[in-house]
């Protein structure tokens, strides 16, 4: 049995892809090896070419080169007759992505591959550069004509871009009016990898496709929900980007923001791209905006400092290289938020993301409401009843609730009933970006974001971004690395029995 999207039998067309920033890490580490998998399942036609483009000094053979030790490092020991047959698709243009001579080359190169490789002038190019050069690319493709679809010798022309998607609201706004100038919106992707994820997806399967989950999925029977998202890692070798960005930026306001909406939006009638995004977008709006004044209550923030992360000491974030001096980024942060509508009023959400966390884990927790009444007498506390939706690692999903220990006394202790990805399915789960990158060549974007999507998560956030850019703002709260995160997270909790949930 599949769980995959219903692509599943699907064939892209014979197509280009073109990977803008191929000589980085990104193309290195995810893109080419999600590639790799793609082709070793027969999931891309053979007319399918990649095509890098940066400005390293390269030819086709060192970029093939490049890209097989990629394999190698990221895939593992690879039989190199395949790697040869694969490598075989893959060429090279050498050019500054900002500059219009290499637009005007890659077309040149995109035309002979059409004839060559028969690509049928489809082409999707993939923007893996920093963000401060996705306009100038786009401006590009549009002066040369690589947007254009339909008409003698073009096919269709697709574009996606990699997170961060804006700044702020006003960058935000401001890259999708520039896409807009040059690419409509179905043409346009914006990737968040979180949606690519089995599990994400298999939250709706399992909202859905099932009818005894629904019935309680709503304010009658939850009584709060939490998402997580720790990582152990620190800043790595991102500072320079983190450090202008914090915990807000880089994971709420698309991937938690976005796992939210899978949890609370409504059934689409239908799996495609236009109905669930509606869906999604309803969540968001829904949202109850805080005010400035408000983020204090709402959302906590703090900084890791040095600690013992397993048998590892560890520096605090202040210490780490290209890391400003007395920067005031959050490596952590917590917010509280409410839904205003009749499926969720009253329920809090509870969205929280850190560095340097005790363990690694992102999961949704759903904690059900107590009984009404308890006829048993009990030593201690009742626990509630949790599902909980593990992303990673380990992806599955769990349902504690209460049983009988065994016994002459009716004593009462917590269960478990555990789903396991791995366990029960075997193999491989696809990588995100796998899926994500299939989907674009099909042209299906269900799992990709909205424009008006991703403006409305910015325009949510920027009353916490405010109060906490402003010179007045209170202290970064410190926390141990190693931790859960600053004991201030507590207080995001207004009922006694409402506390973060273990993972
Ligand atoms: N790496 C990840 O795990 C990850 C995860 C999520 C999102 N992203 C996003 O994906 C994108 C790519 O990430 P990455 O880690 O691969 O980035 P990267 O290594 O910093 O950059 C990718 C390539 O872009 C080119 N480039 C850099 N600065 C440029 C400039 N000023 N003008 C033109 N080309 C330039 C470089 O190639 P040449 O010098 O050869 O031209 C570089 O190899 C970024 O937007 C990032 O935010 C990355």
């Known amino acids: 049995?599949?769980?995959?999207?219903?692509?599943?039998?699907?064939?892209?067309?014979?197509?280009?892809?073109?990977?803008?920033?191929?000589?980085?890490?990104?193309?290195?580490?995810?893109?080419?090896?999600?590639?790799?998998?793609?082709?070793?399942?027969?999931?891309?036609?053979?007319?399918?070419?990649?095509?890098?483009?940066?400005?390293?000094?390269?030819?086709?053979?060192?970029?093939?080169?490049?890209?097989?030790?990629?394999?190698?490092?990221?895939?593992?020991?690879?039989?190199?007759?395949?790697?040869?047959?694969?490598?075989?698709?893959?060429?090279?243009?050498?050019?500054?992505p900002k500059e219009a001579a290499t637009h005007q080359r890659l077309k040149e190169r995109l035309a002979q591959l059409d004839v060559q490789r028969r690509t049928r002038g489809n082409y999707c190019f993939y923007c893996s550069v920093p963000p401060q050069v996705y306009l100038k690319i786009v401006e590009r493709l549009g002066q040369v004509g690589l947007h254009q679809e339909g008409g003698e010798g073009k096919g269709w022309s697709r574009i996606i871009v990699e997170k961060p998607f804006g700044h702020d609201l006003e960058t935000a706004v401001e890259l999708n009016r520039s896409l807009h100038?040059?690419?409509?919106?179905?043409?346009?992707?914006?990737?968040?990898?979180?949606?690519?994820?089995?599990?994400?997806?298999?939250?709706?399967?399992?909202?859905?496709?099932?009818?005894?989950?629904?019935?309680?999925w709503n304010r009658r029977y939850i009584d709060h929900v939490q998402i997580t998202a720790a990582e152990t890692v620190g800043v790595e070798h991102r500072a320079g980007y983190y450090d202008q960005s914090g915990a807000l930026r880089d994971m709420i306001q698309n991937h938690l923001l976005q796992v939210l909406c899978v949890i609370a939006m409504e059934p689409p009638s239908s799996f495609d791209a236009d109905s669930v995004r509606t869906e999604k977008l309803k969540v968001l709006k829904a949202i109850h905006p805080l005010s400035v004044g408000q983020v204090d209550q709402h959302a906590v923030r703090g900084q890791y400092r040095a600690g013992q992360l397993g048998d590892q000491e560890v520096r605090g974030y202040l210490d780490e290289p290209d890391v400003a001096l007395r920067s005031r980024t959050e490596t952590f942060a917590a917010l509280q938020l409410t839904i205003d509508n009749w499926r969720w009023q009253g329920v809090p959400f509870y969205v929280r993301t850190g560095k340097r966390l005790k363990r690694r884990a992102s999961a949704v927790t759903l904690q059900f409401r107590q009984p009404p009444h308890l006829i048993f007498s009990s030593d201690e506390d009742l626990q509630p009843?949790?599902?909980?939706?593990?992303?990673?690692?380990?992806?599955?999903?769990?349902?504690?609730?209460?049983?009988?220990?065994?016994?002459?006394?009716?004593?009462?202790?917590p269960v478990k009933m555990d789903f396991d990805y791995a366990t029960t399915f075997g193999g491989r789960s696809p990588e995100a970006y796998e899926t994500l990158i299939l989907d674009c060549l099909l042209g299906d974007a269900t799992l990709y974001s909205s424009s008006d999507w991703i403006e409305r998560s910015w325009e949510l956030l920027m009353p916490v971004l405010e109060a906490w850019g402003a010179s007045s703002a209170t202290r970064v709260p410190s926390y141990p690395a190693g931790s859960w995160g600053p004991k201030e997270a507590d207080q995001l909790f207004d009922r006694e029995w409402r506390r973060w949930a273990e993972l």
């Not at 979180?194 to 629904?214: D, H, P």
């Not at 949790?386 to 002459?408: H, V």
Request: charged share 25%; net charge negative.
């Open 181 to 216: 100038r040059v690419f409509a919106e179905h043409q346009i992707y914006r990737i968040d990898h979180y949606l690519g994820k089995e599990t994400v997806q298999n939250i709706l399967v399992f909202r859905l496709a099932n009818s005894i989950f629904e019935p309680l």
């Open 385 to 413: 009843s949790t599902l909980t939706i593990r992303i990673q690692p380990e992806e599955g999903i769990s349902l504690t609730f209460n049983g009988k220990i065994p016994g002459p006394d009716v004593k009462l202790g």
């Open 1 to 96: 049995m599949s769980y995959s999207r219903p692509a599943a039998d699907r064939m892209p067309d014979p197509s280009a892809l073109v990977i803008f920033g191929a000589s980085g890490d990104l193309t290195r580490r995810k893109l080419v090896p999600a590639i790799w998998h793609l082709d070793q399942q027969g999931r891309l036609p053979p007319e399918f070419v990649l095509v890098g483009v940066a400005r390293s000094d390269m030819d086709d053979a060192g970029f093939r080169q490049q890209m097989r030790e990629a394999l190698h490092e990221f895939v593992g020991q690879l039989d190199d007759r395949q790697v040869d047959f694969f490598l075989d698709r893959l060429f090279y243009v050498c050019g500054d």
